[in-house]
């Protein structure tokens, strides 16, 4: 097992606050794989995070307990160096944008200008990430121009340009309509094909059902569940936990009431059509 990053007994606590946004904290994340992170508003999604990205508490301040390890070093030894290894998407691209750039190519540039790296490479990286992220159309244009899914996108190829092992992105969707969403994850999905270790946050669970390969779940600061995507989103009992759930998981176990039988409680819509055509077909034999 490949362990990238750790979280040893975190506890995190923003100043001025009586109870911690994170409790307890065990976590180990496996190099490459796609982690899904649901939960209620508040209940620590957007904290774990920070502590991911090394924001808590060395931007937030506050008080942490136990730490945070970046391939086996705690991830306050990594200075600025740690742009370079984890890449952040915040959910409101607008947050990511500099302002200072006049064009969407200057902007994509921009992290690759501060670290140094020679004209003629970014020249390069930022040609392939930008037609990676089907930005070239955009690339003279301000960044203040654009809609929000192609600002997120602008986002996106900021951060991917970087060339990070690992993504922290933060509800990249929470402000896009269903054309900006799908345009996002086609890009998510690719980094997911390059072997890239995720982490998203995302209130649309289809999508969580659809990309990730395992899914944590947190409730008022705790992690109460981390498992296979199929194993955590095919439990209804999470329901009263206040966790989204798939409708076709719902669907699922509804059939299954009524006597249907089928394998698996469905997560995806393709799965659903798979199990519910394999369940009629064994009842019509």
């Known amino acids: 097992m490949d362990i990238v990053m750790e979280c040893k007994d975190v506890t995190y606590s923003y100043p ?10 065990n976590l180990k994340l496996e190099r490459g794989k796609f982690y899904g992170v649901i939960g209620e508003n508040g209940s620590g999604k957007t904290t774990l995070c920070a502590l991911l990205r ?9 008080e942490l307990q136990g730490e945070v390890l970046l391939e086996g070093k705690n991830i306050n030894e990594y200075g600025g160096e740690i742009a370079a290894k984890i890449g952040f998407v915040f959910q409101n691209p607008f947050t990511q944008i500099s302002g200072i750039k006049d064009t969407v190519f ?12 020679p004209a003629e490479k970014i020249e390069k990286r930022v040609i392939d990430v930008m037609k990676m992220t089907n930005i070239e159309t955009l690339a003279e244009k301000s960044p203040f121009e654009l ?46 094909e390059k072997k890239k270790t995720i982490i998203l946050v995302e209130h649309k669970i289809d999508l969580i059902a659809e990309y990730a390969d ?18 955590i989103l095919s439990d209804l009992s999470f329901l009263e936990q206040g966790v989204t759930l798939p409708q076709v998981a719902i669907l699922g176990r509804k059939l299954q009431e009524r006597g ?10 393709k799965q659903a059509v798979e199990v519910i055509a394999e369940a009629l077909q064994e009842r019509n034999k």
């Open 16 to 25: 001025l606050t009586k109870k911690p946004a994170i409790k307890n904290l």
């Open 54 to 62: 090394g924001f808590a508490p060395s931007f937030y301040k506050g």
């Open 106 to 117: 200057e902007e994509v540039s921009y992290g690759l200008e501060n670290f140094g790296v």
């Open 147 to 192: 809609s929000g899914g192609q600002m997120q996108r602008v986002a996106l190829a900021s951060v991917i340009v970087l060339e990070p092992d690992i993504l922290i992105i933060d509800e990249p969707t929470s402000q896009l309509d269903p054309e900006g969403t799908e345009s996002v994850f086609s890009i998510i999905e690719t980094l997911k």
């Open 214 to 231: 395992e899914v944590l779940v947190f409730k008022e600061g705790t992690m109460i569940a981390f498992r296979r995507k199929q194993e």
């Open 260 to 269: 249907l039988g089928l394998s698996a409680i469905p997560v995806t819509e």
